[in-house]
């Protein structure tokens, strides 16, 4: 069974910066699966944040996020992250880091219906 914890969120105040840990468990390989950042915040749906390949050279990010985030990997250590900069009150959400071994397209991996395991998500907010 996949298992997956995240880590790191917290209060920061606006312009700041924070890095979220993903701990995967429970599967074969790290490096055969894909894996996103996904955050909700309070009334709103679920929304696509990044996406990162097994090998960790094809990312694709929200246009909301891009430019202020970094996903990366470590397959060694099967665990992902989230490197948050530059940070907006309108960030605040509870981030989820999610996989799948499957990988479709790029539009495809970007909605969150296409995973099956979520972690328990972080609470990140952000003080204007």
């Known amino acids: 069974q996949v298992q997956l914890v995240e880590s790191g969120g917290g209060l920061v105040q606006a312009g700041g910066s924070l890095s979220l840990s993903c701990a995967i468990s429970?599967?074969?390989?790290?490096?055969?699966?894909?894996m996103a950042w996904f955050r909700q915040a309070p009334g709103k749906e679920r929304e696509f944040v990044a996406h990162i390949s097994g090998s960790g050279g094809d990312t694709v990010y929200a246009d909301s996020v891009k430019g202020r985030f970094t996903i990366s990997r470590d397959n060694a250590k099967n665990t992902g992250y989230l490197q948050m900069s530059a940070l907006k009150p309108e960030d605040t959400a509870i981030y989820y880091c999610t996989a799948s071994a499957k990988y479709y397209s790029s539009r495809i991996m970007s909605d969150s219906s296409t995973y099956v395991s979520w972690g328990q998500g972080t609470q990140v907010t952000v003080s204007s």
């Open positions: 429970g599967i074969g390989s790290f490096r055969n699966y894909v």
